[in-house]
């Protein structure tokens, strides 16, 4: 609705009726209601258009192309203009259909707004060349019909229906490969959807982190699948990065690290991916993006991946498999209901509390995802009192790759320091600032009667009593070790003992 013979060339002229055969000089009786509930629709197809009203022709009108649906009707953007200023008369069954709902424009569901835009698409050609002596219209009349406004829709109706988002990031990337060829997608119509994107991260920066988060989720996956999903989301992040639309907001979105970080995660392993089949690989993909052949690349000599053999997977099969803790950061702060919400997309969780595993009461969100047959990575946040906050990664089955460990400890003190949070601890720590100790108000003195009765007199076979392993680094065996020697045990501690300590203590 709403599109008039004076929208086109005189070729098409008389596929319409003139909008001054519609124009009425008495309003309806309930304009008002009608009108808000034309400005209520759904918006599934966006045009960037800039076009004198063809009334008068001095007011220029912005987006008038775009199609507005209530899951029934579809009309253009700027028939409020023309209702609103000109009274332009609306179909009578569509009318009745209005005042039977009462003037109130549903909540749509997905496949509604799926079907509504395939149909925006189908129909944009003709309702989208604009005035005449305008040869730029034409070129958008071109465009092809595209679910990417659907997804787009949904997702600005709901921020966190992260599948729309990942189906219209993956829409956008192939539409780019193929602009401008035959039967795809005009260079303006790219444009658009540029555009529409920047709008909508530009407001909501969260969901790019998300989308990052399930790319490098998928990227520690094992099946073939799943790395054609993380090159895929690499290359339109790539895109999204380089883009100069997007320089007001990319850091906020991606993080200042972005790309390297995932560019090392997927240099760890990439050499231990199957082959992708030629079919996969999208025709036209930039050459730089070297992960699409990344399993022809060398590697390591070792067939299997890291944390993986024989004997472990054998075992690992016919054990009972349980949900243990893998890496878990510990922080304080005051969070709003907002800043939650945030933190659990930028995690990529859904907010489910876990049920099963250790600290499964304090939990609040997460997500699960296989990275192999033989083994499935959890990733929690938790609560502990008014503004504890713990991030967790689990495992079940086999123990993940120390790469994986990495990459959350470096996304989990992202975060705490994006929050603004105080770092506690990260267990197992890899920095000083990482581990958490207590020190005494005043050193106590040693019982009388304290004896040493613990079974070592070095200091290496002293590192796994406090928590530590022999290849800890060297600054979080300090902290540690400058715990104990502050408690009462420590003066009865064997002289040798003592000494190396006070050596290791000392050196640079």
């Given at each position: 609705?709403?599109?008039?013979?004076?929208?086109?060339?005189?070729?098409?002229?008389?596929?319409?009726?003139?909008?001054?055969?519609?124009?009425?000089?008495?309003?309806?009786?309930?304009?008002a209601e009608v009108l808000s509930y034309l400005r209520s629709g759904t918006e599934v197809f966006s045009m960037l258009s800039s076009d004198y009203e063809i009334v008068?022709?001095?007011?220029?009108?912005?987006?008038?192309?775009?199609?507005?649906?209530?899951?029934?009707?579809?009309?253009?953007?700027?028939?409020?203009?023309?209702?609103?200023?000109?009274?332009?008369?609306?179909?009578?069954?569509?009318?009745?259909?209005?005042?039977?709902?009462?003037?109130?424009?549903?909540?749509?569901?997905?496949?509604?707004?799926?079907?509504?835009?395939?149909?925006?698409?189908?129909?944009?050609?003709?309702?989208?060349?604009?005035?005449?002596?305008?040869?730029?219209?034409?070129?958008?009349?071109?465009?092809?019909?595209?679910?990417?406004?659907?997804?787009?829709?949904?997702?600005?109706?709901?921020?966190?229906?992260?599948?729309?988002?990942?189906?219209?990031?993956?829409?956008?990337?192939?539409?780019?490969?193929?602009?401008?060829?035959?039967?795809?997608?005009?260079?303006?119509?790219?444009?658009?959807?540029?555009?529409?994107?920047?709008?909508?991260?530009?407001?909501?920066?969260?969901?790019?982190?998300?989308?990052?988060?399930?790319?490098?989720?998928?990227?520690?996956?094992?099946?073939?699948?799943?790395?054609?999903?993380?090159?895929?989301?690499?290359?339109?992040?790539?895109?999204?990065?380089?883009?100069?639309?997007?320089?007001?907001?990319?850091?906020?979105?991606?993080?200042?690290?972005?790309?390297?970080?995932?560019?090392?995660?997927?240099?760890?392993?990439?050499?231990?991916?199957?082959?992708?089949?030629?079919?996969?690989?999208?025709?036209?993909?930039?050459?730089?993006?070297?992960?699409?052949?990344?399993?022809?690349?060398?590697?390591?000599?070792?067939?299997?991946?890291?944390?993986?053999?024989?004997?472990?997977?054998?075992?690992?099969?016919?054990?009972?498999?349980?949900?243990?803790?893998?890496?878990?950061?510990?922080?304080?702060?005051?969070?709003?209901?907002?800043?939650?919400?945030?933190?659990?997309?930028?995690?990529?969780?859904?907010?489910?509390?876990?049920?099963?595993?250790?600290?499964?009461?304090?939990?609040?969100?997460?997500?699960?995802?296989?990275?192999?047959?033989?083994?499935?990575?959890?990733v929690d946040l938790g609560r502990v009192g008014p503004d504890g906050w713990v991030m967790t990664l689990l495992f079940e089955g086999m123990m993940p790759a120390p790469?994986?460990?990495?990459?959350?400890?470096?996304?989990?003190?992202?975060?705490?320091?994006?929050?603004?949070?105080?770092?506690?601890?990260?267990?197992?720590?890899?920095?000083?600032?990482?581990?958490?100790?207590?020190?005494?108000?005043?050193?106590?003195?040693?019982?009388?009667?304290?004896?040493?009765?613990?079974?070592?007199?070095?200091?290496?076979?002293?590192?796994?009593?406090?928590?530590?392993?022999?290849?800890?680094?060297?600054?979080?065996?300090?902290?540690?070790?400058?715990?104990?020697?502050?408690?009462?045990?420590?003066?009865?501690?064997?002289?040798?003992?003592?000494?190396?300590?006070?050596?290791?203590?000392?050196?640079?």
């Amino acid at each position: 609705m709403g599109t008039f013979r004076e929208m086109f060339h005189a070729s098409r002229a008389d596929e319409f009726p003139s909008i001054h055969d519609k124009i009425s000089f008495t309003p309806l009786p309930d304009k008002a209601e009608v009108l808000s509930y034309l400005r209520s629709g759904t918006e599934v197809f966006s045009m960037l258009s800039s076009d004198y009203e063809i009334v008068g022709r001095t007011r220029r009108l912005l987006g008038g192309d775009s199609v507005i649906t209530d899951g029934q009707h579809l009309w253009r953007d700027d028939l409020v203009f023309y209702f609103d200023t000109h009274n332009v008369e609306l179909p009578s069954g569509f009318l009745e259909f209005i005042r039977q709902r009462s003037y109130t424009v549903p909540d749509l569901e997905y496949d509604v707004l799926v079907e509504m835009a395939e149909r925006a698409g189908e129909l944009i050609s003709p309702s989208a060349t604009g005035p005449e002596n305008s040869p730029e219209r034409d070129s958008l009349a071109k465009a092809p019909a595209s679910p990417f406004w659907g997804r787009m829709a949904q997702v600005r109706r709901n921020p966190r229906d992260h599948n729309s988002f990942q189906d219209a990031m993956e829409i956008l990337f192939f539409a780019i490969l193929t602009q401008g060829e035959p039967g795809h997608h005009s260079r303006e119509a790219v444009q658009r959807m540029w555009r529409e994107l920047h709008a909508f991260i530009h407001v909501n920066p969260q969901v790019m982190s998300s989308f990052l988060a399930w790319a490098e989720n998928y990227t520690s996956g094992e099946y073939r699948d799943y790395w054609y999903r993380a090159c895929y989301a690499r290359s339109i992040l790539d895109m999204v990065w380089e883009n100069p639309l997007f320089a007001d907001c990319r850091e906020v979105a991606l993080a200042p690290d972005y790309p390297e970080d995932i560019e090392d995660l997927m240099e760890q392993t990439a050499w231990g991916k199957e082959p992708l089949p030629a079919g996969w690989v999208p025709e036209r993909v930039p050459a730089s993006h070297w992960w699409w052949w990344a399993p022809e690349r060398t590697g390591p000599n070792d067939p299997l991946r890291a944390g993986t053999d024989l004997a472990t997977k054998s075992s690992a099969n016919s054990a009972r498999r349980l949900l243990l803790p893998f890496l878990q950061a510990l922080s304080r702060g005051t969070l709003t209901p907002a800043q939650v919400n945030e933190l659990i997309v930028r995690l990529g969780l859904e907010p489910i509390a876990r049920t099963i595993g250790p600290g499964r009461s304090g939990s609040i969100a997460h997500c699960s995802f296989a990275v192999s047959e033989d083994s499935t990575l959890t990733v929690d946040l938790g609560r502990v009192g008014p503004d504890g906050w713990v991030m967790t990664l689990l495992f079940e089955g086999m123990m993940p790759a120390p790469g994986i460990a990495s990459r959350y400890r470096a996304r989990f003190r992202q975060l705490i320091e994006y929050f603004g949070l105080s770092l506690i601890e990260i267990d197992p720590p890899m920095q000083a600032d990482e581990v958490h100790t207590v020190e005494p108000a005043t050193p106590e003195p040693a019982p009388i009667g304290l004896s040493w009765e613990l079974p070592y007199h070095r200091l290496a076979d002293m590192w796994m009593h406090i928590g530590l392993t022999d290849d800890a680094p060297d600054e979080v065996k300090k902290v540690k070790l400058r715990e104990v020697t502050r408690t009462p045990i420590w003066q009865v501690a064997p002289q040798t003992l003592r000494d190396e300590a006070t050596a290791f203590l000392t050196e640079d």
